[in-house]
């Protein structure tokens, strides 16, 4: 199962999650963070972590994918700290799964 789970980011924010079996793509740029996505979609992963830092510039492959309902791509901070993109789509991800916001985190 952990093969259909894959990070993509540099590689001193994601060499750990490959000492646990996640499939890991080192990207230095938007250009290849775009299509390190598209080759994982096509791998089949349906669980893909991207680095906030490595997602910048590329945050249209999170519009592309957004009403998927067989992949999930989730930003997460990596060791340049974090943008909030990550929190912001959380919310709109969760409001979208189960019809209203349970986080709270966005003004009403």
Known sequence: MSGNIAVVGDMAS??????????????????????????????????????????????????????????????IPGRYGKTGIGMLNLDSYVENALGRNILGTQDE
């Open 14 to 75: 994601i060499i750990c999650f490959k000492a646990v079996g996640f499939k890991t793509v080192s990207v230095r740029s938007s250009a290849e963070t775009a299509e390190a996505v598209e080759n994982l979609v096509n791998d089949d992963c349906f669980v893909i972590f991207i680095t906030e830092h490595a997602l910048q510039g590329a945050e249209h492959v999170l519009d592309k994918y957004k009403d998927s309902r067989t992949l999930a791509i989730i930003p």
